[in-house]
């Protein structure tokens, strides 16, 4: 008998749930590793940096377009996260103590991805707040002292961001929080669409706390870099 089921009832589904968690979770991972890539630049340097800020600003409303889609996806993916948590620990009702022994490394990750995934969110809209809609490229943060009285742009805007310890220390926790949901979501993420089998499970887990390792590394790197130049061997 053919399905009368809607496309919306469909995604009502666990099944529908699991597949936007999927989807959406594989555009958060290509989104963070091209972001990595992009602010690597400013270890290169001011020219480099501000070539690939300048390159993002030209593609216009498309960027913004990107931003939005960035957002509902988020949100799509931790909403539907925490609905399938809800679902999953309403079913196991009073059978809880029987399963939690075969299930508790999976719930104390599914609780660590939720919190960290709240906390990604919180951080993209603080950075893009921060950095894009207040952050004036030819302005006073702009110039940085110790390069001389030359706009640096978007470079002395971040550079001097980073200058600040509390902003560093709140940036490295968010990117080690990213790193910490990588590397539980990858693997579930592949699993949840149908790609790993049984034996490649392990191995993907384990790739995926090595991808988690070198974003949370890499991005933390920045901050650490800017506070090593200002505050211990000067610019």
Not at 25 to 42: E, K, M, Q, S, Y
Not at 49 to 67: D, K, V
Request: proline residues 1%; contains cysteine; aromatic residues 8%.
């Amino acid at each position: 008998m053919r399905s009368t089921q809607t496309l919306g009832g469909r995604l009502t589904t666990t099944v529908g749930k699991e597949l936007i968690v999927g989807v959406t979770g594989i555009l958060l991972v290509v989104f963070i590793l091209g972001h990595l890539a992009g602010n690597l630049l400013l270890i290169v340097g001011p020219e480099a940096f501000n070539h690939y800020a300048e390159q993002l600003h030209n593609l216009g409303e498309i960027i913004w377009l990107a931003r939005a889609g960035l957002i509902v996806a988020f949100v799509a993916h931790i909403s539907m996260a925490i609905s399938l948590a809800r679902a999953s620990a309403a079913a196991r009702g009073t059978q809880r103590y029987e399963v939690e022994k075969s299930v508790g490394r999976k719930t104390a990750a599914t609780r660590l991805m939720i919190i960290s995934g709240v906390t990604i969110l919180a951080f993209v809209l603080f950075h893009v707040y921060d950095f894009t809609l207040t952050g004036d490229r030819t302005g006073e943060r702009s110039f940085v002292d110790a390069m001389g009285e030359e706009s640096m742009g978007l470079y002395g805007v971040v550079f001097n961001s980073f200058a600040n310890p509390l902003r560093s220390l709140f940036y490295i926790i968010a990117v080690c929080g990213v790193g910490l949901h990588l590397s539980h979501a990858i693997a579930s993420v592949l699993s949840t669409l149908g790609i790993l089998t049984e034996k490649s499970t392990d191995k993907a887990e384990l790739a995926a706390k090595v991808i988690g390792v070198i974003v949370a590394v890499g991005f933390s790197s920045i901050p650490l870099y800017v506070l090593l130049r200002a505050h211990v061997i000067g610019v």
